[in-house]
């Protein structure tokens, strides 16, 4: 068993070990917080004093409501669901972007879309009659979603 005074140095060197890692990670777009935990002041109390994690890396999930009934992909009424606007996922840097959540008109179901299905996405232009003009858009084959109850 480690010595207090052994402890600490190990401590301290896994904090800056973590810091290091957590402005990596940072420098390469992710968003990254650092969770350092107090020392704890007796080996009696170290159990309360037990950390959850490093680092925590901070990602977006969109959520949308559409009014339409659907419960899965089978009755979806459509091959491919909106993600969002082009330009609005096209600003959002990937790495930040875990997904998105589509919750259905009665409130009983999501569509979840992840950021891993990108790929899958394609692009089509329609015509948004809320703001009656053309936008670009992109959409998600549903056999590429997640549909659950909620």
Known sequence: MKSDTEFVAAL???KAAVQHVG???SDQGWSVV???SALRPDFESRHDYAD???LEVRQ??????INRFFTCAEDFPFPAIIVDEKFKIDRIPIKHLYGYAVVNRDWSHVCLISAKTRPNWKTATRYDSKDRQERTFYECPVEHCLFLPC
């Open 12 to 14: 301290d060197k896994s």
């Open 52 to 54: 959850s994690g490093d």
């Open 60 to 65: 977006t999930v969109e959520v949308k409501w």
């Open 34 to 36: 650092s969770n350092f």
């Open 23 to 25: 402005q990596w990670m």
